[in-house]
């Protein structure tokens, strides 16, 4: 129960600090944010460019960017312990509400290629780490190193110019046909899944090699454990062993890596749901970034931090359940 205690309390404290410094360099961004303003005026209503600066003045003042540094970092902590993310001056609603109609999006196409990269990726480390000298194992590390070294958008961009542009085989953007009406009801269902192809297919092909890599050393050290040897000393199937010995095994640590990966990925969603327009959390973070909102910033950062401190805490406090191993190093 007491390492429970400091865990959560380590956790909340790593939230506050890092809320804290992403605060304050947020409001260093150099850059005239009134000047940014006023040219988004102009493209937006039209507006000359002494008009539009002085609406953008009036923003500036009215939403509070030009009192004390200090004063606004009070004022957004309180509303934090709140739930309260803010206002966004740009897009004219509330962060909460950018939020839930953002993050189940960026949920759904995380949570469907996080699933699909792993189970592809645990299966080829299984299988190379098994048959060590075949040519798959060279292929399968060659393609890690690929992925790892090609930025995520340039891979999205990439199916973009291939299956959206050229074969126009899937959409240009969007999250389902704006033509129907959203409801559980299978031409919707299928519209979804369509438009979240790209996006989902994006996530996959960066991530297997990662997963692949990760099970095949796993699986290397299981396979030097004595009750592997055991078990092939006694004449079992190979399939057999490589599965219910090996794999179930060497999978553990794995495992506990999921709810971290979903974290960091949330944060790394931002580029390729800007290729792709998909209103997703990271759409929203870039034109945040962009049109120099800070409420929205501050809000979808503060989210990102939230959702990656709370997987390591999920990770801690749930791995020594499902990992003998790591039970008996706790104790």
């Given at each position: 129960m007491l390492r429970v205690i400091k865990r959560i309390a380590y956790s909340l404290v790593t939230i506050f600090a890092a809320t804290t410094l992403m605060f304050y360099l947020l409001h260093n961004i150099p850059g005239d944010v009134i000047d940014l303003w006023a040219y988004q005026l102009m493209e937006e209503m039209g507006l000359r460019y002494e008009d539009a600066r002085q609406v953008a003045m009036v923003m500036y003042v009215g939403y509070g960017e030009d009192r004390p540094l200090h004063i606004q970092y009070i004022e957004y902590i309180s509303n934090l312990l709140r739930g309260y993310l803010g206002f966004s001056p740009t897009f004219r609603v509330s962060v909460n509400d950018i939020v839930l109609k953002a993050l189940p999006w960026t949920l759904f196409v995380l949570s469907v290629a996080l699933i699909l990269s792993f189970s592809i990726g645990v299966i080829l480390g299984l299988a190379i780490s098994w048959r060590r000298k075949g040519i798959l194992g060279q292929v399968v590390v060659a393609y890690a190193a690929f992925t790892d070294a090609m930025p995520d958008f340039v891979t999205a961009l990439l199916l973009m110019i291939i299956f959206a542009i050229n074969l126009r085989l899937f959409p240009l953007k969007g999250a389902y046909n704006p033509t129907l009406e959203p409801g559980l009801y299978p031409a919707f269902i299928f519209s979804i899944f369509y438009h979240a192809a790209l996006p989902i297919f994006s996530y996959v092909i960066e991530h297997?090699?990662?997963?692949?890599?990760m099970m095949k050393g796993s699986a290397a050290s299981v396979l030097e454990e004595d009750f592997?040897?055991?078990?092939?000393?006694?004449?079992l199937p190979d399939k057999r062993i490589m599965t219910a010995y090996v794999g179930r095994n060497a999978v553990l640590p794995l495992v506990a890596s999921l709810a971290i990966q979903l974290g960091t990925?949330?944060?790394g969603s931002t580029?390729?749901?800007?290729?792709?327009?998909?209103?997703g959390i990271g759409y929203f973070f870039a034109e945040s970034i962009g049109r120099r909102d800070y409420p929205v910033m501050q809000g979808l950062f503060f989210l990102i931090i939230l959702g990656v401190v709370l997987a390591n805490l999920a990770v801690d406090l749930i791995y020594p359940l499902?990992?003998?191993?790591?039970?008996?190093?706790v104790s």
């Amino acid at each position: 129960m007491l390492r429970v205690i400091k865990r959560i309390a380590y956790s909340l404290v790593t939230i506050f600090a890092a809320t804290t410094l992403m605060f304050y360099l947020l409001h260093n961004i150099p850059g005239d944010v009134i000047d940014l303003w006023a040219y988004q005026l102009m493209e937006e209503m039209g507006l000359r460019y002494e008009d539009a600066r002085q609406v953008a003045m009036v923003m500036y003042v009215g939403y509070g960017e030009d009192r004390p540094l200090h004063i606004q970092y009070i004022e957004y902590i309180s509303n934090l312990l709140r739930g309260y993310l803010g206002f966004s001056p740009t897009f004219r609603v509330s962060v909460n509400d950018i939020v839930l109609k953002a993050l189940p999006w960026t949920l759904f196409v995380l949570s469907v290629a996080l699933i699909l990269s792993f189970s592809i990726g645990v299966i080829l480390g299984l299988a190379i780490s098994w048959r060590r000298k075949g040519i798959l194992g060279q292929v399968v590390v060659a393609y890690a190193a690929f992925t790892d070294a090609m930025p995520d958008f340039v891979t999205a961009l990439l199916l973009m110019i291939i299956f959206a542009i050229n074969l126009r085989l899937f959409p240009l953007k969007g999250a389902y046909n704006p033509t129907l009406e959203p409801g559980l009801y299978p031409a919707f269902i299928f519209s979804i899944f369509y438009h979240a192809a790209l996006p989902i297919f994006s996530y996959v092909i960066e991530h297997i090699g990662y997963w692949a890599l990760m099970m095949k050393g796993s699986a290397a050290s299981v396979l030097e454990e004595d009750f592997v040897k055991s078990a092939e000393a006694r004449g079992l199937p190979d399939k057999r062993i490589m599965t219910a010995y090996v794999g179930r095994n060497a999978v553990l640590p794995l495992v506990a890596s999921l709810a971290i990966q979903l974290g960091t990925m949330l944060g790394g969603s931002t580029l390729i749901e800007t290729v792709f327009s998909y209103p997703g959390i990271g759409y929203f973070f870039a034109e945040s970034i962009g049109r120099r909102d800070y409420p929205v910033m501050q809000g979808l950062f503060f989210l990102i931090i939230l959702g990656v401190v709370l997987a390591n805490l999920a990770v801690d406090l749930i791995y020594p359940l499902i990992d003998p191993r790591a039970r008996r190093e706790v104790s």
